[in-house]
């Protein structure tokens, strides 16, 4: 082209737009506090639905401002950007292996074994893209977890829908027995199943749910960090990503325990849990201050704390349970 035909007030004129353009695409994304590119990309929605993005982008040009996102980027190439910025109105794959695994992001999250999350409880097998995108469709990656954002979002059709509060909140959308999510439906596998229960057992029977305790009784005591009256996140007992433990209970504080004082919990203490003997679960949270019983017996792990430490806890402690104390 001959810039020299064309009058500098028509260039100022383009500068200006692009300048502007500029702003706009990047507070449509700051504004809504997420990644997902929307059809208004390249500031007139001229890139959106191209699936090309080293047309465009040039690596070393991006990600100035965000210096957790610019290495791993640089590394990974152009196969990530549908990842964080969705598919641009294309039908390109989102890829989220190939950054969250043990080589570049081992700890977040932590995914060392095979029994995970998979919608499945008849088989174990890896973590795929399409399952992390079933639970995490926008996060916008920012190394802090917050539930309203970095959890997708699922409503409950005859509920006000609010954003998430908490983690639980997001679980309870799936498994309760009235208002399952398309796609993801279960059925009860015995009477009073936690799968399609937890939704009524969480809000109106657990102990670690919505009903309150006293912190009273024969055993109480619990570690810093825990106090009576907090309710449990599922995700301090029950890994997403990566257990050894059947029924996903973690088998490690520091991928679940969340509120447990950082020295204990990132120690970490290990979590094994065969024959429904809970008792490495429950002393990562309780510590019973009279010690009474068990409860200074060792539970394997170094801890101790616990009524009873040998032994299967399910018939006293388990879901839905409203005799004994249950769970
Ligand atoms: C035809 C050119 C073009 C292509 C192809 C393109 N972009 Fe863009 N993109 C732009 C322009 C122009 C802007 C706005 C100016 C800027 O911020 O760089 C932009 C802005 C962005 C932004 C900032 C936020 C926004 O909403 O504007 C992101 C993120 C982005 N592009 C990602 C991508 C990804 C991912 C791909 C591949 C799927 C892609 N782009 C393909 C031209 C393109
Ligand atoms: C790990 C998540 C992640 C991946 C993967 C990623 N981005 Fe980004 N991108 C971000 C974040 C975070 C921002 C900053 C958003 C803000 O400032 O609001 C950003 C901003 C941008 C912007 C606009 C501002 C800037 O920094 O230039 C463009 C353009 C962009 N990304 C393009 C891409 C392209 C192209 C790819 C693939 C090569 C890609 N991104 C991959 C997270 C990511
Ligand atoms: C069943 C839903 C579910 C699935 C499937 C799932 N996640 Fe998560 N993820 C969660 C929840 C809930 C949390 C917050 C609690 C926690 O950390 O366990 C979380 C936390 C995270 C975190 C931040 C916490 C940390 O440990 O740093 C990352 C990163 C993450 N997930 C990535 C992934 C990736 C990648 C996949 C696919 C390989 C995936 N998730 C699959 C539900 C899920
Ligand atoms: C280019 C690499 C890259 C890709 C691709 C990528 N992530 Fe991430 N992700 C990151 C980084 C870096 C962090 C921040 C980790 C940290 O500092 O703890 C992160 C953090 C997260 C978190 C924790 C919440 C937060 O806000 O930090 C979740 C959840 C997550 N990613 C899910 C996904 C999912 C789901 C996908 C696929 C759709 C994906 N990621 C694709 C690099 C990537
Ligand atoms: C999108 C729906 C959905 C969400 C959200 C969801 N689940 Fe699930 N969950 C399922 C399905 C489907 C299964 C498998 C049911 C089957 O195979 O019959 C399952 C199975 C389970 C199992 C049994 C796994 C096993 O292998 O024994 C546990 C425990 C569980 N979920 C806990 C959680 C927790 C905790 C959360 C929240 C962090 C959560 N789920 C979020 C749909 C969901
Ligand atoms: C992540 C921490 C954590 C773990 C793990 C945990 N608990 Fe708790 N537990 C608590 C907290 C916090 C309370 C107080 C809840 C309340 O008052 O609403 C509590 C309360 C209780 C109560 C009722 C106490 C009262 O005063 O009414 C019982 C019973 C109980 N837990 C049993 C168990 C059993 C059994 C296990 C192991 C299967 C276990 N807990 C694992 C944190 C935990
Ligand atoms: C025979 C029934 C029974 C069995 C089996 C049982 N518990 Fe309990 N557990 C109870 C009762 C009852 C209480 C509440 C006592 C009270 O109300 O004073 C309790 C309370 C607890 C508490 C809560 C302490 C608090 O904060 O008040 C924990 C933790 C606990 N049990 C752990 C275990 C573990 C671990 C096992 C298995 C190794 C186990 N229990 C097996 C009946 C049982
Ligand atoms: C204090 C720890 C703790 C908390 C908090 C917790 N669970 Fe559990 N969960 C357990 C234990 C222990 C079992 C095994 C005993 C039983 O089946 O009731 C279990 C069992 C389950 C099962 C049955 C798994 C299977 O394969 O049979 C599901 C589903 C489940 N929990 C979902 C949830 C959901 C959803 C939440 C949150 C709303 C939650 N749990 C909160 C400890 C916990």
Redesign the pocket.
Known sequence: MNFKKIPSFIILFICFFAVQSIAQARDVLLEKNQLLLTPNHGGDGSAWGLSDCSGCHVLRNIHNTVVKVKGIVEQTGYASCAGCHGQNGTSIKRECVLCHNEHLLAKSPIMQDIKNHNFNVLEDSVLTDKDCLACHDASDMDGEFEPAVDLKHYSLPKSIDLPYRNGSEFCLRCHNNTQQQAGYEMQARFKRDPLVRMAVNYQHIDIHGERK?E?D??????REGYEYKTVVDCTDCHAMHGTHNKKLIVDRTDAGVSLLKESLRLAPIHIDTSAN???QL??TC?D?EDKVEESEQGTGNGLSG????????I???AHGMAA??GL
């Open positions: 305790g912190g009784r024969t055993y109480t005591g619990l003997n809970y008792a429950c002393v309780h019973s616990v009524h009873q430490s040998g032994g299967s806890c018939e006293c402690h004994q104390t």
